[in-house]
Structure formats: C-alpha cells, structure tokens
C-alpha cells in the first residue's frame, strides 16, 4: 500500500493538483477586483442615473 502511495505521488498528479488549486485562486482574486473595481461601478453608476459620486 505505501509502495501504491510513493507511486502516485511520484506521478506528479498530486503536485498538478496543487499546481492548479493555486492557480484557481489567483484567478478569483484577479476577477474579483476586476468586478469589484471596475464593472460594478459602471452597472452602478448606469442603473442610478450618473448620480453615483463614488466613480
């Protein structure tokens, strides 16, 4: 069973795993700020009129 474990591990799956949890998030933090900074204000300020003072 240890010699099956050393095994996968040694494949690599498990580091491409890692590789792309890390880079799953990265990515919702990038689009995060890009929704957060930039498209909601401009839903924003197009739903209130222009009123938005904020932008």
């Known amino acids: 069973?240890?010699?099956?474990?050393?095994n996968f591990i040694a494949r690599?799956?498990?580091i491409d795993l890692a590789?792309?949890?890390a880079?799953?998030?990265a990515f919702t933090k990038i689009v995060n700020t890009i929704a957060d900074g930039l498209?909601?204000?401009?839903?924003?300020?197009?739903?209130s009129g222009?009123?938005?003072?904020?932008?």
């Open 39 to 47: 498209i909601s204000p401009i839903i924003s300020r197009i739903g």
């Open 1 to 6: 069973m240890w010699k099956d474990f050393k």
């Open 12 to 14: 690599g799956i498990v």
């Open 19 to 21: 590789v792309a949890v």
């Open 50 to 55: 222009g009123t938005n003072t904020s932008i």
């Open 23 to 25: 880079i799953g998030a």
